[in-house]
């Protein structure tokens, strides 16, 4: 089992159980190269890309939670109880832990939506998260340690391990969990869930009006900044 490459947490995180909210996730255009999924497939030089664009297309993102005894994290139980999120289970991506690893992991791999929100508290290891931007282009998100990040319903993206081959992330869920992924087709285009998700983010862009464009970071913002303990 690879070890995790994430920073120790500060004796100040420990006290206050609290992340420190100035290190933003990190994300970036993704460049389609030939390499491997797992590699970090960056622009050179690397195009990042912001928490404020993160959150305009819908994703919530926090850093730096203390993940050692995670079931009395304040802030971590704070986000459930605001978000309901009611249910969880403790998922680990590695060769040896999941069962068909294989065939799972090209699964996760494949563009696909879900018809609620996808929540993942990344306990230990490296993955990355793909999400489509307004005009379709890959951003890849990395999620490490500590990282806790939620796209909305509605929303293509797809997840790959790092070439560490490790992740044990905490999946929460608001109600009964279901693990139903919809890989993208002609008819996914045209669920009510993808509908919505079009109309309430993607479509704002084509307005010019800043107040528009900004609705959905209000949104997201608020969202996040309810999160306090
Ligand atoms: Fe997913």
């Known amino acids: 089992m690879a ?32 390499a491997p999924p797992s590699e970090p497939h960056q622009y050179s030089p690397n195009r990042d890309v912001s928490t404020d664009h ?19 994290n304040r802030f971590l139980n704070k986000i459930k ?29 494949m563009e696909h939506l879900h ?20 005009d379709g282009q890959w951003i890849r998100i990395e999620i490490k340690k500590g990282d806790l990040i939620v796209l909305p319903p509605g929303m ?23 693990r139903i992924q919809f890989e993208k087709n002609p008819e996914t285009d045209i669920m009510e869930v993808r509908l919505d998700y079009v109309q309430s983010v993607l479509e704002l862009e084509k307005h010019s009006a800043p107040e528009v464009q900004d609705k959905v970071l209000a949104a997201t913002t608020k969202a996040m900044g309810a999160i306090t303990v």
């Not at 609620?116 to 931007?133: A, C, K, N, Q, S």
């Open 156 to 178: 293509y993206h797809r997840f790959t391990l790092d070439k560490n081959q490790y992740l044990k992330a905490l999946l929460l869920y608001q109600g009964t969990p279901t």
């Open 3 to 34: 070890e995790s490459t994430s920073t120790p947490v500060s004796e100040s995180a420990l006290q206050t159980q609290e992340p420190r909210k100035s290190i933003p996730i990190k994300a970036w255009y993704y460049n389609p190269s030939d």
């Open 54 to 72: 993160l959150q305009k297309l819908g994703v919530l993102t926090w850093t730096q939670i203390e993940t050692d005894q995670f079931e009395n």
């Open 81 to 109: 109880t605001v978000r309901g999120y009611n249910y969880e289970e403790v998922l680990t991506v590695a060769p040896e832990a999941l069962p068909n690893f294989e065939e799972n992991t090209k699964k996760f791999f």
């Open 115 to 134: 018809d609620h929100e996808e929540i993942r508290f990344i306990l230990d290891g490296v993955g990355y998260e793909d999400v489509r931007d307004y």
